[in-house]
């Protein structure tokens, strides 16, 4: 008599862990393939390695290459340029108005939060559009052109003193240090004009501006603009493990800065018309209102210190200019 056949159930030979691993590729790549070739973005031009990953970006961040790199981004694939799975970048002067004020802009990206001050979120760094309109209503008006002639005077007078020492430093025939002198302007100048008081940057005589080596240290960090907040946290604890030498500097060089701001945020008076004024004015405190003028001094010191020193530097490169 023939028995029938009964085939045995049908079970895996596949591991757990084979299982879980082959699920998650699948998953990861999935999501690389959508982030490539299905999100919003996929139709803007850009470097194949922009689609997959933020580490392009990362790297030309951190190694001081990103600027010319995207200018040549642009001059190769048009205005607008994909520089990560989630980010593009845009030449066209046309699209500033939508960006930063239709209907209020669009949001700052979250690696903002990596340049908030000593626990409080900056006008430059805040992504609480509520938040920044209180404090930049408070003090943009002082930024007006009409405001910056009723206030010439007190930039000319520190362009003065900047050609004043830049004479006597190029006069000793020794190599004169153009950035510091440059920063010491930028610094005078946003000073007197919005803070009604000099810095001070002329009358040192130390060498290197007293802020020179704190705004060098906070800018260096620039190199991590980019990464997510958490990871920016990791990254700088990690810094300053290995390098503890560099906060030391800082703190040194920062001494006479950090008092400066200090002392003319508790000297002003509620109602003065000065940024720090302003703001006390907009009910933000003592120590809110330091950070926010740190920021705008660090801001203006290395961005303008920067280019005017590059620009005296071509000159002297190209005297028939």
């Given at each position: 008599?023939?028995?029938?056949?009964?085939?045995?159930?049908?079970?895996?030979?596949?591991?757990?862990?084979?299982?879980?691993?082959?699920?998650?590729?699948?998953?990861?790549?999935?999501?690389?393939?959508?982030?490539?070739?299905?999100?919003?973005?996929?139709?803007?031009?850009?470097?194949?390695?922009?689609?997959?990953?933020?580490?392009?970006?990362?790297?030309?961040?951190?190694?001081?290459?990103?600027?010319?790199?995207?200018?040549?981004?642009?001059?190769?694939?048009?205005?607008?340029?994909?520089?990560?799975?989630?980010?593009?970048?845009?030449?066209?002067?046309?699209?500033?108005?939508?960006?930063?004020?239709?209907r209020g802009g669009f949001p700052k990206a979250p690696c903002y939060a990596?340049?908030?001050?000593?626990?409080?979120?900056?006008?430059?760094?805040?992504?609480?559009?509520?938040?920044?309109?209180?404090?930049?209503?408070?003090?943009?008006?002082?930024?007006?052109?009409?405001?910056?002639?009723?206030?010439?005077?007190?930039?000319?007078?520190?362009?003065?003193?900047?050609?004043?020492?830049?004479?006597?430093?190029?006069?000793?025939?020794?190599?004169?240090?153009?950035?510091?002198?440059?920063?010491?302007?930028?610094?005078?100048?946003?000073?007197?004009?919005?803070?009604?008081?000099?810095?001070?940057?002329?009358?040192?005589?130390?060498?290197?501006?007293?802020?020179?080596?704190?705004?060098?240290?906070?800018?260096?960090?620039?190199?991590?603009?980019?990464?997510?907040?958490?990871?920016?946290?990791?990254?700088?604890?990690?810094?300053?493990?290995?390098?503890?030498?560099?906060?030391?500097?800082?703190?040194?060089?920062?001494?006479?800065?950090?008092?400066?701001?200090?002392?003319?945020?508790?000297?002003?008076?509620?109602?003065?018309?000065?940024?720090?004024?302003?703001?006390?004015?907009?009910?933000?405190?003592?120590?809110?209102?330091?950070?926010?003028?740190?920021?705008?001094?660090?801001?203006?010191?290395?961005?303008?210190?920067?280019?005017?020193?590059?620009?005296?530097?071509?000159?002297?490169?190209?005297?028939?200019?």
């Amino acid at each position: 008599m023939a028995i029938p056949y009964i085939p045995e159930p049908y079970t895996s030979s596949l591991s757990p862990t084979v299982l879980l691993l082959s699920i998650t590729t699948i998953l990861l790549l999935s999501a690389l393939f959508h982030q490539a070739f299905l999100s919003p973005l996929a139709k803007i031009p850009g470097p194949l390695i922009c689609r997959f990953t933020p580490l392009w970006i990362w790297y030309h961040s951190y190694a001081g290459h990103e600027a010319r790199l995207i200018t040549s981004l642009h001059a190769n694939y048009g205005p607008i340029v994909r520089i990560g799975p989630r980010e593009c970048t845009i030449s066209d002067g046309a699209a500033l108005h939508a960006i930063y004020a239709e209907r209020g802009g669009f949001p700052k990206a979250p690696c903002y939060a990596n340049f908030d001050f000593e626990g409080h979120a900056t006008i430059f760094s805040a992504r609480d559009a509520d938040y920044r309109a209180a404090r930049s209503k408070a003090v943009v008006s002082m930024f007006s052109t009409s405001n910056i002639r009723a206030r010439q005077g007190k930039i000319e007078e520190s362009v003065r003193r900047f050609v004043e020492r830049l004479r006597e430093e190029a006069g000793t025939k020794e190599a004169v240090d153009v950035l510091n002198l440059c920063r010491s302007l930028a610094l005078d100048a946003v000073s007197s004009f919005l803070f009604g008081r000099h810095y001070g940057g002329f009358e040192e005589r130390s060498g290197r501006l007293s802020a020179s080596v704190f705004v060098d240290t906070v800018v260096a960090s620039g190199r991590f603009f980019y990464l997510p907040h958490w990871l920016f946290g990791v990254v700088e604890a990690v810094r300053a493990k290995v390098a503890p030498s560099l906060d030391a500097s800082a703190e040194a060089g920062g001494a006479y800065f950090d008092g400066f701001v200090r002392e003319l945020v508790r000297d002003t008076p509620p109602g003065e018309e000065t940024y720090q004024g302003r703001l006390k004015n907009a009910g933000v405190g003592d120590d809110e209102n330091a950070v926010q003028i740190m920021d705008l001094m660090f801001a203006g010191t290395d961005s303008t210190g920067t280019i005017l020193s590059k620009l005296i530097w071509r000159l002297a490169k190209s005297p028939e200019v």
